[in-house]
């Protein structure tokens, strides 16, 4: 182009070569994934600081405060246990039903969570995006351990319900660690995901109730596992043993339960529960990172 | 389009010429920026029946319009400098700041820059329900700042930023603080970096008379540490007292580049005509 030379007459290069001259980079290009990965573990303090921050923040306007933490799981609880204990008095065919539903619901509600924070991590977040420079991928890792460490709480309560309905102590307990560490690779994964997808596509905040509520009834939350082989057919049901959320609720309930229902066989459910936390957590990480120079654009 | 690139006065050659001791840190090369705006549309055109209507007919949304921001803009900064824009509203100022952050995908053209340029605007929020002292904390982590450094410079921005003057404000949480105050606080972290290149879309405009002094310090040391900072602004004092060259934005083309006093008195008269 002529013009640009009339408006730069002392430049002998063109702008590409002076910029290849001094190292210049094109604006907003997106680092290899190992770069990446390595970034995104020099800012593990960040992630961190985040994590706890908005943990605190989402009870500061709150009277009790932290409280919640523990009296958000008890409620829950308290309410399941009126309705399934006294009112409608299921049982459902299994031994202890109350300790059963919670356990479910609790694992269930940590991945529900982070998948609906993990939508608008990017969107709720333009403005820390645009202003500062950080490896976009803490974000939604951020949100993941936030509601870890409402999981904790919850775990607590559980625990609690499960003894004071008479549930022995045994070294099986010690299972729910990894069972739910297993998990939150599994939800780190699926809210990179989410996040990229959510920071697309805005009407995803509006349809993740409906697939989480889906999601939840195809996991034998609120009823026994055994509804499964028993009402569908033998090949749907074979289909909903791969439901990874089924496997970790599975999971924790073998560790904590004595006499649970369930759907497959315990090593059968470890296999399952470390193949999907890989897939998620590998995949998910990948298709953030494609995505990396795009977030906060628009 | 040839014509409407060449800048009026041709004053920039005393500035861009290619000076051996001066290094590029921003190399922008005849960029173009093109928005495309969805759901700009005409009354009446987005209510349910029409939305659904297109959804059963498979037709792509009329919506779509395309802004063209910018229309094609080169120059080069430098390392040490601080450069203006100032244009009318709407000239396409903050987009170009925003495509210089990588924040925008340019439709033409290429932006090249030497490390990560930051930016710094008015809707930089932190997290309101945090206390300001946690807000500095948080930026400077995100800045990639080690927490030992961190430590260490915390009650250095608190003080810079001055919110503690008017009560124990560091302590508070960022949703009780006055505009203003918000504004300094952001400044003080964003400050507390060197930056390779910071850009500044009028974040300066909202601190009184005292705080404004101290960041034109603030900016001066960033220049001399081997940064460049841009700064966009609609007062002409700021850009004055800051810049010894602007960029003068009109309608997405460069109008004028060059030592600020030639390009301001040419913008006083362009904006009195």
Known sequence: MTDTAVSRPDSAQSPTALAARFGLRPAGQRPTLANY?????????????????????????????????????????????????????????????????????FV?????????????????????????????????????????????ASIAVLIGIVLVTGEPVTFLWLLAVPALLLQSVFNGGLALAVARLGAKVADLKQIMPFVMRTWMYASGVLYSVDMFADNLPPAVAQLMQLNPLLIYIELVRHALLENAPLASPPTQLWLLGAGWALLAGIGGFVYFWRGEEEYGRG | MAKQTEPIADVNATTSAVDHQRIPTIVVDDVHVIYRVHGASAPGSASMVTSLRRIVSGTRSPNIREVHAVKGVSFTAYRGEAIGLIGSNGSGKSTLLLTIAGLLPVDRGAVYTAGQPSLLGVNAALLNDLSGERNVALGCLAMGMSRAEVRKLTPEIIDFSGINESGEFGSLPMRTYSSGMAARLRFAIAAAKKHDVLLIDEALATGDARFRRRSEERLHELREGAGTVFLVSHSIGTITDTCERTIWLEAGLIRMDGPTQAVVTAYEEYMTK
Not at chain 1, 59 to 85: D, E, K
Not at chain 1, 113 to 133: C, E, F, K, P, Y
């Open chain 1, 37 to 105: 990965t390595r970034q995104l573990w020099s800012y593990r303090h960040f992630i961190a600081s985040f994590a706890n921050a908005k943990l605190v923040a989402s009870f500061t306007s709150a009277r009790l405060g932290r409280l919640w933490q523990v009296l958000t799981p008890l409620t829950n609880a308290a309410i399941y246990f009126v309705i399934f204990g006294v009112v409608l008095n299921t049982r459902a065919g299994i031994p202890n039903f109350i300790a059963y539903l919670c356990t479910g619901l």
């Open chain 1, 108 to 152: 269930f509600t940590f991945t529900q969570t982070v998948v609906q924070s993990g939508t608008q991590s990017i969107t709720s977040n333009l403005g820390l995006i645009r202003a500062l420079h950080f490896p976009r991928a803490s974000l939604p890792i951020a949100v993941t351990l936030t509601q870890f460490q409402h999981l904790i």
